[in-house]
């Protein structure tokens, strides 16, 4: 099975030495020796990365749930566990209900946390118990989460006469560190140190070197003498190289980055430069090797020298880092790397086109050997056999290293479990004729990344599934087919995904799309298609991101249907880089416009369609999307075998 399943039976091994009970006991006599009424438990390692390291995996062996977002509130008489709708359902499954209260984020009547914490906070002090004291570490949480839970205290004292009452306070805890790693003791597994890898100019496509001077200009607009970057995989795009197996599917090293107008420092364990190659691009990169730990009073001495100002973008980077860093010369906003890394360069887009035909391939032997299974010999197959399968033809391809991400299997009611990720046990389900199964799953390749969902069905399903199936589809077409303007934001776009759906009441918790890394995160910022106005993020050029429209029906099925998409111009002389100072061409409207093109090379099953729902514009597309996965992936199957004939 992949890296990840290993790392996940690894903490599923750890989780179950002691009870529920008796880790949240232990949490919180901790808490009472060190004086705080409250400790927050996030799913956030240093880096605030979305998976972390088993190491980082804290809120899922304290509370059990192994979802990829979520905090834990723990009380001396509660234990709450935020976040959001895409985990509602395995949350509701992997919590124990007698020890934990679900807050689902974002439903009616569910405060936020921070609010949940501010208004216990007045009640304290309305109750003549002083105030609130709310325990953290800082290294796992974002500077900006401190920032609101500080304004939602203050909001919540303008109720008292003297609104200038500190009702609630943060306490980082400094001196005694995480409280869950006593707790978890020996069975915590080490931090790992997983060598870097050089990621070559052929997929790369820009030199660390021109990337610095990039960065190094936007430095000067802003007048900065410093840029942090926290997250890993910006110092993973800075420094042109990747690694496996600190963080599983994304291929990422832990360490941190600076660059100021004279140094490019990279901030890690030495060890993970012993692979052939690493230290000497390193070294002709001119960037400079100091310890992991070096970083905070690196930035910290920096930041008292007079007239110097430190850029970070505080919502990145955990609050440790960021609080050495006085106000007078903070430059709080977006990195330099993010727009770069977003917009993908020209050898990045072929190394994600590439990887997309292999995966592709892989895909057909897949789904081949699947349909074989169950529509002809009328075998099961169980949900984690499915996992094992689509690993085992991916990493059949050039190229392939890793999944990009945990593989999602889920077999009827399973696939309204929107991040599911099958394990042996009574949840597990077999797949037959009667159930449809979603399989959303992707690759790690050299050259690019890969993410793709198909729900098929394998016999007869239901009116109510084949009508909903259609829906989800034409909703996948609404967004493939607009063509756009340039800077519009990717939330007004996300109508078209729903628009079949809203027309028969229906409606999908999740957003539309994401942005994709190449040979990076499976999930990258800014931009992406989401209803939530508040990402602004225009859509750009050489952007990757999803489209993935779905269906769900609690404790009967779900349904997704997911692309990668490039962003182009629709004119294909705009796409080319301007020479000699040119000025891009405009349209008459004094605007250029933008489309999407498919990267995702994978039939999509047609046989239950409600043709009355289509229209000839849905069908014409269809067939035009079957007619380019058979151009780019035939010559890569043999003439005869089950893949071809799929």
């Not at 100019?201 to 410093?226: F, H, N, P």
């Not at 075998?379 to 056999?385: D, F, H, I, L």
């Not at 009827?412 to 979603?438: C, F, Q, R, V, W």
Request: proline content about 5%; charged content about 25%; aromatic content about 8%.
């Amino acid at each position: 099975m992949s890296a990840t399943s290993g790392a996940e039976v690894m903490e599923t091994e750890a989780i179950g030495i002691v009870t529920p009970d008796s880790k949240l006991d232990a949490l919180r006599a901790k808490m009472k020796e060190v004086g705080v009424d409250v400790y927050l438990v996030p799913s956030d390692d240093p880096h605030l990365s979305e998976y972390v390291p088993t190491a980082y995996m804290r809120r899922a062996y304290l509370s059990n749930f192994r979802g990829s977002a979520g905090t834990a509130v723990v009380t001396q008489d509660g234990a709450l566990l935020w976040t959001d709708s895409r985990y509602f359902n395995e949350a509701g499954l992997q919590l124990d209900a007698n020890h934990w209260t679900l807050m689902k984020q974002g439903e009616p009547k569910v405060p936020t946390m921070n609010k949940y914490l501010a208004d216990m906070a007045l009640e304290k002090f309305k109750e003549g118990k002083g105030t609130l004291k709310v325990g953290i570490d800082p290294y796992v949480h974002s500077a900006n989460f401190a920032k609101e839970l500080t304004e939602a205290f203050a909001t919540a004292a303008e109720d008292l006469e003297d609104r200038s009452i500190q009702i609630g306070q943060i306490d980082t805890l400094d001196q005694y560190g995480n409280l869950i790693d006593p707790i978890w003791g020996d069975e915590r597994p080490p931090v790992p140190t997983s060598p870097f890898r050089v990621h070559p100019m052929e997929y790369a496509g820009v030199s660390v070197q021109d990337k610095v001077a990039k960065i190094r200009s936007e430095m000067g607009k802003k007048k900065a003498t410093l840029s942090v970057f926290a997250a890993m995989d910006d110092v993973a795009y800075l420094f042109n190289m990747r690694a496996m197996g600190d963080v599983a599917t994304c291929p990422v090293g832990i360490a941190y980055a600076t660059v100021s107008h004279d140094e490019a420092i990279l901030y890690c364990d030495s060890v993970k430069l012993e692979a052939p190659g690493v230290k000497e691009h390193l070294s002709e990169a001119g960037v400079t090797v100091r310890p992991y730990d070096q970083v905070i009073p690196t930035v910290e001495t920096h930041g008292e020298i007079k007239g110097n100002k430190v850029w970070i973008d505080k919502s990145r980077a955990n609050y440790a880092l960021s609080r050495v860093i006085p106000d007078r010369c903070l430059l709080d906003s977006q990195n330099a790397i993010t727009p770069m890394k977003a917009c993908k360069n020209a050898n990045e887009m072929e190394g994600m086109r590439q990887a997309h035909i292999v995966d592709g391939a892989a895909m057909a032997h897949f789904i081949s050997w699947l349909e074989d299974e169950v529509a002809v010999k009328g075998n099961t197959v169980s949900e984690v056999e499915v996992d094992l399968k689509v690993t085992a033809c991916r990493a059949k391809q050039p190229g392939f290293l890793e999944v990009s991400f945990p593989t999602i299997a889920g077999v009827g009611s399973n696939g309204a479990i929107t991040h599911y990720t099958a394990e042996e046990g009574d949840l597990m389900k077999y797949l037959d004729k009667e159930n449809p199964i979603l399989i959303d799953s992707g690759g790690q390749y050299t050259y690019g990344t890969t993410d793709v969902t198909r729900t098929w069905h394998f016999g007869k399903p239901t009116d109510v599934f084949a009508d909903a199936y259609t829906r989800v589809l034409k909703g996948n077409i609404g967004v493939d087919s607009m063509i756009f303007p340039e800077n519009t934001p990717g939330f007004v776009l996300d109508v078209f995904a729903r628009k079949a759906l809203w027309a028969a009441g229906m409606d999908y918790g999740h957003g539309t799309g994401h942005g994709v890394g190449a040979a990076l995160n499976v999930h990258e910022g800014p931009h992406g298609i989401t209803p939530r106005w508040a990402n602004l993020e225009v859509l750009k050029k050489g952007m990757v991101v999803s489209n993935e429209p779905g269906y769900y029906v609690d404790g009967s099925f779900g349904i997704r249907i997911e692309n990668l998409l490039e962003i182009s111009y629709v004119k294909e002389e705009d796409n080319m880089e301007p020479q000699n100072g040119e000025q891009d061409a405009k349209s008459p409207s004094g605007k250029k416009f933008l489309k999407f093109k498919n990267l995702t090379l994978i039939p999509i099953q047609k046989n239950f369609i409600k043709m009355s729902l289509m229209t000839k514009e849905d069908m014409d597309w269809l067939d035009a999307y079957h007619a380019l996965v058979l151009e780019k992936i035939k010559p890569l199957l043999e003439e005869g075998s089950p893949a071809m004939a799929w």
